[in-house]
């Protein structure tokens, strides 16, 4: 099993204020539990800055000309209460979603059966005009374009099982039906989207909301009964894991309590279902995750599954 993992070290630039959950130590604590031998055979690649084509599959040339020029030369500019730029953001932005295209192609051909990305800012609040929710670009929708206009996949599945609603992916596919939008999240809670009954024009729009207090065997009956399934009957040409890790029992910015055996769990169910549809191709990105322990562990055992060690508990 050949695992890729991309990152930059631009990902450190993009600077937040003191006490933003968004901070570079995210990445520094990856990254520190990846040297663990156990790890060593990844192969290890850095992000490159994504070109414009790549980031209009997912929004118009107007956005992410807007999101450069608004770019500061030093210290931040707000983009809104949650969402800030430093003179680092925008390449570190760019890496996030150029590292997501480059592992999409290194999977469509075969280079690696699967890949993480582990770049931030992250990308699923951001809808196709608006930057929001620590996102300046959709990274999960960009890769899910690309695949389809560079390598041929005609449907796409997206599974977003961080703890906060993908307004921003289920915005850009919501007219969509060659890409299945598949989220699991804590309900009421930021961005105030993703109930049940949303649905998408096409009904390839698929909200599972979970209870404040919900639990790993919550979680894992709803992925069984209701993500599963509708992934299982679009029989994706590709799988996108939209990884965000703040559902963790540890993290601050949420009430749910998944440990990192249910994250291991949810990877081997989305592994199983690429095996079968897919030929294995998964592709996954980080989203959010801001207690450093539980995203670093939760990221280990991710990745530990990507590489085909069997940890589900």
């Known amino acids: 099993m050949s695992t890729l993992y991309v990152t930059h070290p631009a990902a450190l630039d993009h600077q937040t204020p003191l006490g933003h959950p968004e901070r570079p130590e995210r990445i520094r604590a990856i990254e520190g539990i990846l040297e663990k031998e156990r790890f060593a055979s990844l192969i290890r690649v850095q992000a490159p800055m994504a070109e414009m084509e790549s ?51 290194e999977v469509m051909t075969g280079k690696a059966d699967n890949a993480f990305v582990a770049m931030r800012p992250p990308g699923h609040h951001a809808e196709r005009t608006r930057a929001m929710g620590f996102c300046f670009f959709n990274n999960a929708a960009i890769a899910a374009r690309h695949a389809q206009s560079k390598h041929g996949a005609e449907r796409v ?16 596919f919501w007219r969509d039906a060659s890409v299945l939008y598949c989220s699991t999240h804590e309900m009421p809670l930021y961005p105030g989207t993703g109930a049940a009954s949303e649905q998408g024009e096409k009904g390839t729009i698929v909200n599972a909301p979970l209870a404040s207090g919900s639990d790993g065997a919550i979680f894992r009956e709803t992925v069984d009964a209701v993500i599963v399934p509708r992934i ?39 592994m199983d279902l690429a095996d079968k549809h897919c030929g294995g191709r998964l592709v996954s990105v980080l989203e959010g995750g801001y207690d450093l322990e539980g995203l670093s562990k939760s990221v280990a055992a991710h990745i530990d599954t990507l590489m085909g060690r069997d940890l589900r508990g």
């Open 232 to 270: 299982e009957a679009f029989a994706p040409d590709l799988i996108i894991v939209s990884a965000g890790f703040d559902a963790h029992w540890r993290d601050p910015l949420a009430d749910l309590n998944l440990t990192e055996a249910d994250f291991a769990w949810a990877t081997r169910k989305m």
């Open 55 to 105: 980031l209009t599959l997912a929004h118009p040339e107007h956005h992410v000309v807007a999101i450069r020029d608004i770019a500061p030369r030093e210290g931040l500019v707000r983009i809104d209460a949650d969402t800030v730029m430093s003179p680092g953001t925008y390449e570190a932005a760019l890496r996030s979603a150029g590292g997501a295209v480059l592992a999409v192609d």
């Open 157 to 172: 599945a997206i599974f977003d099982w961080d703890v906060h609603h993908g307004n921003g992916t289920q915005d850009i």
